[in-house]
Nanobody, 122 residues
Framework: VQLQASGGGLVQAGGSLRLSCAAS????????MGWYRQAPGKQRELVAA???????NYADSVKGRFTISRDNAKNTVYLQMNSLKPEDTAVYYC?????????????????WGQGTQVTVSS
């Protein structure tokens, strides 16, 4: 399973972007979805996750600035990114997975698809 993220671009610090990721109906409806990012020279990290029921979880670095949402009719997950900072510069990816609410752990499955580049200038 590979999903393709879209919506990245170049934006000034303080600006906003909305990323999108579409999946097949069968994958999307029963699974949680997660957004990851990988900055140059750094490990890939989970930014936000959303359960099939709409529960959300965020990395501390993006809380209050990023919002993950899903449109079940369109089988699409979004990442609204506001108040962007240069340190948000990275390639962003989406993955389906399982969210374990008791431990706030998101376990992705499938493989990494094509990400979308987000560049925030200072």
């Amino acid at each position: 399973v590979q999903l393709q993220a879209s919506g990245g671009g170049l934006v000034q610090a303080g600006g906003s972007l909305r990323l999108s990721c579409a999946a097949s109906g069968r994958i999307f409806s029963i699974n949680a979805m997660g957004w990851y990012r990988q900055a140059p020279g750094k490990q890939r990290e989970l930014v936000a996750a959303i359960t099939s029921g709409g529960g959300t979880n965020y990395a501390d670095s993006v809380k209050g600035r990023f919002t993950i949402s899903r449109d079940n009719a369109k089988n699409t997950v979004y990442l609204q990114m506001n108040s962007l900072k240069p340190e948000d510069t990275a390639v962003y990816y989406c993955r389906p997975g399982t969210y374990y609410s008791g431990s706030d752990y998101f376990a992705p499955f499938g493989s990494w698809g094509q990400g979308t580049q987000v560049t925030v200038s200072s």
